[in-house]
């Protein structure tokens, strides 16, 4: 059984959403697993590398028309956002309470999460935002208040991107497979190779 | 009469050693002359965007081993050099000195200059060592006295930068077509569906 492709994401990434709506085929293209993982990579994560792109460049000129370009080549819908730097820790703990659960839901909830950030333009680091968008994955009211307030999912939560600081993760989206890191849409290519004809 | 592919780079950067060995072949499949533009991207350099990834980042873990994958997917030369964050003024205002005079020439000097550096693991930084290099491409010594001396030659170097900076290059890498900006040898592709089929 080979390894899966673990893959790494935060919310506020519009990298991170592009990635999101490919990563799945890309498994499949290549019979392995995708594992998911949601982070927050804000002022508090730490990675082993010495790369921190600033959050402010995420409103460079260029960072905004290259994602619109991207998701063009790409193929995806993506409108500009016309919120920035939200915070989304509530987003990704909720996914990470699914995912323990019900991995294919977690990932409906995720798509549903980037959609509204990237081609709906909504706020997700509202809470009613969030729930609304974890009801129509199918989680219930009762749950989503569970998740979102219980110690348990927050240490759960910080575990995971204790985690990830370990493996060495410092961005969005980052892929792991096999030990090799991926870091970004433009190195998809050089995982594919990898998949294919293994380590080089 | 197409606008030429401007291609900006730094002598100290791995990716624009590796982007410099496919630049013109790309330019030749799309019918495209290729400008060449010599860049120092230290401290003093400023751009519109926001984006500025440490120096430091060039000696994580990642990056030395992106790298070294990025030249083996490419089918390119490359040993990691031992000295890091070395100071290229010198080979660049060279390279600016041929170029005005005789681009191709610079070329050969550019590839001197690259290769010894993340090939042959010299010290690029060295007067010698350039002088050396520039003697290979075909620079006589007095030439070569006049353009690192010359306050002409600073001068024009000094107007490079700030064409760069106005233009909002910011990495190396770095490609403009027809203005718009391409970051990084990842964005080839789309650089490359540009110049085969338009804006998009």
Redesign the interface.
């Known amino acids: 059984m080979s390894a899966p492709i673990e893959f790494y994401f935060d919310f506020a990434s519009p990298y991170g959403y592009l990635a999101s709506e490919s990563v799945d085929a890309l498994g499949e293209r290549h019979g392995r697993s995708v594992v998911w993982h949601a982070l927050v990579l804000d002022a508090n994560f730490q990675s082993?590398?010495?790369?921190?792109?600033?959050a402010?460049?995420m409103?460079?000129?260029?960072?905004m028309?290259?994602t619109e370009?991207?998701a063009?080549?790409m193929g995806l819908p993506y409108k500009a956002p016309s919120l920035h730097s939200l915070h989304t820790e509530l987003a990704a703990r909720i996914f990470q309470w699914l995912n323990d659960r019900n991995p294919a839901q977690a990932k409906d909830f995720a798509h549903g999460v980037y959609r509204a950030y990237f081609v709906d333009d909504q706020n997700i680091a509202e809470a009613e935002v969030v729930a609304g968008l974890a009801e129509r994955a199918g989680l219930a009211r009762d749950d989503f208040n569970a998740a979102s307030n219980e110690p348990a999912t927050k240490a759960r939560f910080k575990a995971e991107i204790d985690m990830a600081e370990a493996r060495?993760v410092?961005g969005s989206p980052f892929f792991i497979v096999e030990g090799e890191?991926f870091?970004?849409n433009?190195?998809v290519?050089?995982l594919e190779?990898w998949l294919a004809s293994g380590p080089?």
């Open positions: 082993q590398d010495r790369i921190r792109i600033p402010s460049a409103r460079s000129d260029y960072v028309r290259d370009r991207l063009a080549y060495g410092f890191r870091w970004g433009d190195r290519p050089q190779r080089y």
